[in-house]
């Protein structure tokens, strides 16, 4: 049986005062212990604002979430800062270096500010985790002279350099071309079977999806789908997830039966 | 090193330009305050040294008769409208070695000197002018008026008949060293003195009209028995002198004690309004370089607002988001305090050097006087990153990591 790691019920997040918006409504989410899920769903349906909840970034208006049986808003702002820095690792969709500093330092800051002070206790894993992201080469590099892909490469390596429990990441390879994606999405993967670590990608991008070991799926901030990949056909995956916005269809080859699966971006939904 | 101060001190690196310029703000604002602070005070000390550096600064003499008090009362042209041309000797203060014995004890005194003054007229070769005779003990009179340091003829004595007159006065009855003059005093008498030495005392009424006698010698002239007329004094702080004076004027009776602050208040008060206009100025520069400083940090807050957001998702509270502020605040303040203190004396030496000669004003510092506007300049420097500081901390995480 897998430990629960994070738990949400009926978790409810209104923006604004006058006019309100409901970004979730009566979310239940479980999140065990090692797991490697996506969540998907059109732009606007309340996936960030999941995330920035399960994060600790901000409070639902209403609902309850657990961490291992601690509940949030039992904490104050200070134990909140705290969870943060030694549970989650964030990765965000713009990769967000701190310009000023080095590659490695970038990956150190999260040890730094759970000292802190600065202080090279954790410089040997800092290189570690950057090797394991493939920039051995590049750690005294500042960090605004990496391109976009090393960048996000770097901010994975900050992720888990106070070994989370929890990886949150959303869309973070929404900035990335395709062939950098594809590294990336592999690194995560890895990372996780190596670690053990939880994660929990907001993603746009299908593939990514499809090699998850859940998909959650959400619209109008509810899940409306929820599902573990291994107990579906790749085929249904892929019928299920595509339509959210992609538009599917079989495209045969030229005269054999050649199945292809094409994926093609709806403009009416512009993902952001 | 608090990891608040590695950030504070990049991003005060990474901002080359704009921490250059905060800098530069508050050095020249420092270093303005150390010169023109400076100057001030120097000019008035200078002033003030003048006015009474070679003179009494606290003067103990009899009690008032009736008349005198009548007459005193009323302002001090009338006084002389009325004394107008009558040869006067002050009352006479018969317990003066009591009184002297009393006071000899207190630390804060430098110099006490027992004196006689009176008015006479001084003739010589069919020239007649109206003079004021001062007995004194010359060994104690030098430490106000420093005589035997300042003759330009003769020799440092005064005994018997020999007697020290001013270099204008010697140029007027065209008598030098080894003259001889007589003396006309209030009661009619005529006196025979020779010139012991011509004095310059940087004064020119003084150089014009004092003469030196000895004090015995002016007891005879002025019929005064063993009384002398007033108790001359100098104290080390001489802008204390009407506290000390009070204090005097409840252990001592019988006396009347005049101190300078009393009879130079127009002089005092044009001081302290050039201090209050001084520090008017002090404290536009420090409120310039304080608006300054903050808001080039707050500019800095909005420039760095995705890096504090970030930072504070990775788990910063917001105490921590408000210090990288306050110490880049700190910072800005203790530099820009030591390049300006540097600035400040470069400048003081440069406007020594091109004011060089006698007579120039010479201006001091303290290192505690830098040190002061040093701190001020840091404390402003911090107090002016407190709202850059608090809305850093209260900067929301969530905007800052928004995609896009
Ligand atoms: N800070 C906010 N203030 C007001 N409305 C917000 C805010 N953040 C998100 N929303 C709204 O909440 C809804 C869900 O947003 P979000 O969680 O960002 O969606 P997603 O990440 O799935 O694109 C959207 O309608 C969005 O406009
Ligand atoms: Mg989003």
Redesign the pocket.
């Known amino acids: 049986m897998d430990k629960v790691l994070i738990h949400g019920e009926n978790l409810v997040k209104e923006?604004?005062t006058a006019i309100k918006?409901r970004?979730l409504d009566g979310v239940d989410l479980q999140l065990n212990e090692g797991e490697f899920a996506s969540i998907i769903?059109?732009?606007?349906?309340?996936?960030?604002?999941?995330l920035n909840l399960l994060g600790a970034l901000d409070r639902p208006t209403a609902g309850k979430l657990y961490f291992k049986d601690k509940e949030f808003s039992s904490m104050n702002e200070f134990e909140l800062a705290q969870f943060r820095n030694r549970r989650i690792g964030f990765i965000f969709q713009f990769h967000h270096l701190l310009p000023e500093f080095t590659a490695l330092e970038n990956v150190l800051i999260p040890s730094w500010i759970e000292s802190g002070v600065v202080n090279q206790k954790k410089q040997e894993r800092a290189i570690e985790l950057l090797e394991t992201v493939g920039l051995k080469d590049k750690i005294r590099n500042p960090s605004n002279n990496l391109s976009g892909g090393q960048q996000q490469r770097v901010s994975i390596a900050r992720a888990l350099i106070n070994d989370p429990d929890l990886v949150l990441a959303?869309e973070p390879t929404g900035n990335l071309d395709s062939e950098s994606t594809e590294q990336v999405y592999d690194l995560l993967r890895k990372i996780n079977r190596d670690l053990g670590m939880a994660f929990l990608i907001?993603t746009h991008d299908r593939h990514i999806a499809e090699k998850s070991d859940r998909i959650i799926e959400?619209k109008d901030?509810k899940i409306i789908s929820d599902y573990l990949t291994r107990s579906e056909t790749p085929e249904a995956i892929w019928k299920n997830i595509a339509p959210i916005n992609c538009k599917y269809r079989i495209q045969f080859g030229d005269g054999e039966q050649d199945e292809h699966r094409v994926c093609m971006p709806d403009t009416g939904y512009s993902g952001? | 090193m608090s990891y608040e101060l590695k950030i504070a001190l990049r991003f005060l690196k990474s901002g080359k330009t704009q921490t250059l310029f905060i800098l530069m703000g508050i050095a020249v604002g420092v270093a303005v305050q150390i010169f023109l602070g400076s100057l001030i005070t120097s000019l008035q000390e200078s002033l003030v040294d003048r006015t009474i550096g070679n003179s009494s600064q606290i003067t103990i003499k009899a009690e008032d008769d009736e008349i005198s008090r009548a007459l005193t009362e009323n302002n001090q042209e009338e006084e002389t409208l009325l004394r107008g041309n009558f040869s006067v000797i002050e009352k006479s203060l018969n317990n003066w070695s009591l009184i002297v014995g009393q006071l000899q004890g207190d630390e804060r005194i430098t110099a006490i000197s027992p004196a006689i003054q009176g008015t006479a007229l001084i003739r010589s070769a069919g020239k007649n002018q109206s003079i004021q005779v001062k007995g004194i003990e010359l060994e104690n009179a030098d430490k106000i008026y420093d005589i035997s340091q300042r003759l330009t003829g003769g020799e440092p004595l005064v005994e018997g008949n020999s007697i020290l007159i001013g270099s204008k006065l010697s140029e007027n009855l065209g008598i030098g060293t080894g003259g001889v003059v007589s003396l006309l005093t209030p009661k009619g008498e005529t006196v025979r003195f020779i010139v012991g030495g011509v004095f310059d005392l940087q004064n020119e009424s003084v150089n014009e009209s004092l003469v030196f006698m000895d004090l015995k010698r002016a007891q005879k002239l002025f019929q005064l028995g063993s009384g002398i007329t007033a108790i001359e004094i100098q104290i080390s702080d001489p802008f204390q002198a009407d506290v000390v004076a009070e204090e005097w004027k409840s252990q001592l009776s019988e006396v009347k004690i005049d101190q300078w602050k009393a009879q130079n208040e127009q002089l005092l008060s044009a001081l302290a309004s050039q201090s209050s206009s001084s520090y008017t100025i002090q404290f536009f520069v420090i409120l310039a370089v304080t608006l300054g400083i903050s808001s080039v940090l707050a500019v800095s807050v909005v420039q760095k607002s995705k890096e504090i957001g970030i930072l504070k998702a990775m788990g910063s509270t917001k105490t921590s988001a408000s210090r990288i502020f306050l110490l880049q605040g700190l910072i800005l303040g203790i530099l820009g305090s030591i390049v300006g203190s540097g600035l400040g004396i470069l400048l003081l030496s440069v406007y020594q050097f091109f004011n060089q000669g006698s007579g120039s004003l010479v201006i001091n510092y303290t290192w505690s006087g830098i040190l002061i506007i040093g701190m001020i300049a840091t404390a402003a420097a911090t107090f002016a990153s407190l709202i850059p500081a608090r809305r850093s901390a209260n900067l929301n995480p969530?905007?800052a990591i928004?995609?896009g």
């Open positions: 923006y604004g918006t970004a769903g059109a732009s606007g349906c309340g996936k960030s604002t999941l959303d907001v959400m901030g952001s | 969530m905007e928004k995609n």
